[in-house]
């Protein structure tokens, strides 16, 4: 397995991303897939510094999958749970709509900086796991 660090740098640069395709004119569509993926890649560091294997292959983009990974009583779970909420924005808007009735409309630049605020939370809460020693 990867270090937790790596999985948090990695998640800082889609952070850093996100925040950069909101500047106006704000790309949302690739604002949204890296939001999600920071939130992935931030989940994956929790399995990481907890040891435990986190889902691979298609499976692996399941944010509430991955989620439910982290032992009920962590206090890191239900946050990681709650990022479930936009686990299809690594999808949604990045393929062309086959049928524009069953499109999802893009969320709102405020929507996604909101999301970058609880991810950067969630951030701070991860770092303190990787950076205490395992009991």
Do not use: T
Not at 29 to 50: N, R, S, T
Not at 52 to 78: N, T, V
């Amino acid at each position: 397995m990867s270090d937790a660090a790596d999985w948090i740098a990695s998640a800082d640069a889609d952070v850093d991303a996100a925040q950069r395709c909101l500047v106006a004119p704000p790309n949302v569509a690739a604002a949204a897939y890296h939001c999600q993926q920071a939130a992935e890649k931030l989940i994956k560091a929790v399995l990481v510094g907890l040891r435990i294997a986190y889902p691979r292959g298609r499976s692996g983009h399941d944010l509430g999958l991955a989620a439910a990974q982290i032992p009920s009583d962590h206090k890191l779970r239900e946050a990681a749970e709650a990022f479930d909420a936009i686990a299809d924005w690594s999808i949604s808007f990045r393929y062309p709509v086959d049928d524009p009735l069953q499109a999802e409309p893009l969320p709102e630049p405020d929507e996604i900086a909101a999301w970058i605020e609880r991810i950067a939370a969630f951030r701070a809460e991860v770092a303190l796991l990787v950076a205490a020693p395992l009991a």
